[in-house]
T-cell receptor, first 112, second 113 residues
Framework: AQSVTQLGSHVSVSEGALVLLRCNYSSSVPPYLFWYVQYPNQGLQLLLKYTSAATLVKGINGFEAEFKKSETSFHLTKPSAHMSDAAEYFCAVSTGFQKLVFGTGTRLLVSP | NAGVTQTPKFQVLKTGQSMTLQCAQDMNHEYMSWYRQDPGMGLRLIHYSVGAGITDQGEVPNGYNVSRSTTEDFPLRLLSAAPSQTSVYFC????????????FGSGTQLSVL
């Protein structure tokens, strides 16, 4: 069965610091991987997705993720955190049409 | 653009009551789904649909019913509410394809007492 594991339920950074949110996947087939962001009291929005076209994927709001097959990882990064990045971030893997398996989420806290 | 619209935003039920969570999308998406979000557990798939008249179970379908009579609407029915169904419910839709992005509604916060 396909799954994802997010390491760290909370990550705290200072404004301007590097953001690194970790996601490892388990899949016996080439995976379709996603990062979604959830702002307070809102639904989820797609940040970026990996579909095997390129290992480094650029998303919205300056985020990017790198697919590393050897490490079964798809970590999310942003060079410089902004206060508006404070949210909960979910890694997910597609197991079929409309069927996503989500990680447990990482809440990003950004301090001034 | 309305996107995916969910109603109501908040609901409190007593154990044993039934209700329907409404979901509508105006993007002509074939695929729709329902997820529940619980603290520390991420989102889990309840039911999904790949077109009008076609539905299937997800990871946690027990206690829920769905139907898809039109492309636009995908209601979720709680047959006999239980405290374990206290959660935030999200409806999502997408175009066809396994790697298509999901568009999510803003959620329904349900409490079952």
């Amino acid at each position: 069965a396909q799954s994802v594991t997010q390491l760290g339920s909370h990550v705290s950074v200072s404004e301007g610091a590097l953001v690194l949110l970790r996601c490892n996947y388990s899949s016996s087939v080439p995976p379709y991987l996603f990062w979604y962001v959830q702002y307070p009291n809102q639904g989820l929005q797609l940040l970026l997705k990996y579909t095997s076209a390129a290992t480094l994927v650029k998303g919205i709001n300056g985020f990017e993720a790198e697919f590393k097959k050897s490490e079964t990882s798809f970590h999310l990064t942003k060079p410089s955190a902004h206060m508006s990045d404070a949210a909960e971030y979910f890694c997910a893997v597609s197991t079929g049409f409309q069927k996503l398996v989500f990680g447990t989420g990482t809440r990003l806290l950004v301090s001034p | 653009n309305a996107g995916v619209t969910q109603t109501p935003k908040f609901q409190v039920l007593k154990t044993g009551q039934s209700m329907t969570l409404q979901c509508a999308q105006d993007m002509n998406h074939e695929y729709m789904s329902w997820y529940r979000q619980d603290p520390g557990m991420g989102l889990r798939l309840i039911h999904y649909s790949v077109g009008a008249g076609i539905t299937d179970q997800g990871e946690v379908p027990n206690g829920y019913n769905v139907s898809r009579s039109t492309t636009e609407d995908f209601p979720l029915r709680l047959l006999s509410a239980a405290p374990s169904q206290t959660s935030v419910y999200f409806c999502a839709s997408s175009q066809q394809g396994r790697n298509e992005k999901l568009f999510f509604g803003s959620g329904t916060q349900l409490s079952v007492l």
